[in-house]
């Protein structure tokens, strides 16, 4: 049994129901009215901006009617229905998260314990089942990587990976990119040397939110690739030293690339990166292309430093990464916003042969929503 | 005649330098040392990590040499030697910025006064003198948006004026969109319907920092285009009302867009975004697609729709905007994390034809450093 009542000015009305009760403004309810006047009824776009709603307005009377709530406004004279589940699920009369670095529902934070559980599609599966791919899809949003298995061997398969949830991010480094060992590498990534758990390309703003790392051939000794999730380093440096977690969240680096002709790439963004309500929403963390810190105040210069060092020392622990090896036709898919991967050095006997390329994660996340919510309405 | 004093811990030195004077610590000299062991000589990336640099890293002693300071450190034993102009330029040593919302270097903010003063490129121009090129980016970078002019009416022609400066950010909507009046349309922009001054797909995290929008056809009476700065907005905002600022800054708003089969494109990101020294570096407004609010506290609420308001007041405010209207062949370019676009309504007869298409910002100003560093180095 529902209940609502109003407030005496008309401000705001409180809606009970089965344990649960939420306030609502009168200028949040009428902002959000779905009436065919407020919303485009094909596409959900709003029709009016804010200046379209009088400045003073407030709820006349609120009725419940079966699943709704009926909504008159003054001045308007306007009357509107909300489905009361919407309401509730849009509820923000709540406690809002507090401590800094918490991370958002769906996403879960993981260690080398999840080793033997690595998040794992067939490439077969997910091209042709909309279920394996939105399985597949949400263990890439909730771990932030995902391997595929059983993929051609053939030059320029990734693509086929990027077509199976959006678009390829092109950037100076081509709509994809060859990584083998080469003479005079414009990047490092491209010699045989190991290299320290990083995120791509910080020195770009945005960032590549995705990356697809597609191999061909691997016969070289070594070579192996790693993931660290940094959600979970940035995690454990915060409960190791809260005031180190601050000096990174609190500071920009400076992240910068220099290494092609008429390629000058710099950004200023701190290495583990809070919405303004303390959400985890991004780490970057690049030993190669970070440039000299410049945005920190002297007296907070070594405290940073020791932080950023022990960040770089959570990385590196063999307790937080996830290992294995890529063979033939196999990939794997990183949320380079949250997700480190590296890789182990390797020898010039043999072959090591990738290919990579980035691509957005909000077509990845809408591509996820969407298989969701036509598996829902089946 | 420079001068240099190490601490009695050798944990930083203070070089001094006519009238100039900075600190810098021991780790932070050593790790941005330029040495061939520490940086790869070719494209300057670094090769070690922090986890190479001893810990109790100190000066053992430091030395002026010709231009050079030459610091030699405990325990290693290593001797580096530093520009002391690069030292001066990347000191930290210095007052930090402290106020919320102050805007980086080169950036200035602008409002109908620009009118008269449109930036503006001609294509042949920009296409042809890297000089011109350089100029007219360097427009774009500082006041957020630019014309062209005299470019070929023909299919697909913005795809030049992007190859000037970086590439594509392919969406659902394609590798461009056509903005045209259609039947049914998926989305407003494709009606006769003016449209409030907005940023670009702010349902995309990351958005695309960069929008294309190139004139083919142009024979409707109306929709002129106009341009308003929301950098200058929200200073606007602050002065007006700091708590309204904070209000907009502190707390996240979300977006969401599904009006076409398979997209459910959301986002979660404040309308004004500062970096975490209070830099402002993104706005982001769009009626349209502004969804539930339900990130901020009930006791806020009121408060923030009473800045949301405000702001978009602002933002429709004649004072602030810059009109123009685009000929065919004309096309203009915009920061999409900072300047809004709107169209002003307009008839069905006649027509009017525009091509748009999302790039990149990052290539924009790498190309334009580059540009600059060539020509010092001439």
Known sequence: MADVSVSADGGFLTVAEGGRSAR????????NAWDAQTRAPGNGQRLITLADIPKDTRIATAAVSGPSLRVTFAPEGKSVDYDRDWLFRHSYDRTQQSQPGWTAPGIETWDSGLMGNVPTGDFGDVSTSP????????????YGFGKLLNGPVEDGALMKVVDLF????????????????????????YTGLGLQAHTDNPYRDPVPTVQVLYCLESSAAGGENMVVDGFRAAERLRQENPDWFDALTGHCARFEYAGEVGVVLRSRRPMIELAPDGELVAVRFNNRSAAAITDVPFERMETYYAAYRRLGEI???????????????????VDNTRVLHARKGYSGTGTRWLQGCYADKDGLLSKLAALGAAEAAE
Request: with cysteine; net charge neutral.
């Open 131 to 142: 279920l394996a791919l939105r399985r597949w899809l949400a263990d890439v949003a909730r």
């Open 24 to 31: 609502f403004h009168a200028i949040w309810l009428r902002d």
């Open 315 to 333: 990385i590196d622990d063999p307790a937080m990464e996830v290992t294995f090896r890529l063979s033939p036709g196999e990939c794997f898919v």
């Open 166 to 189: 959006g678009f390829v991010r092109e950037t100076n480094y081509g709509r994809h990119f060859e990584v083998r060992t080469t003479v005079n590498p414009s990047n490092l990534a």
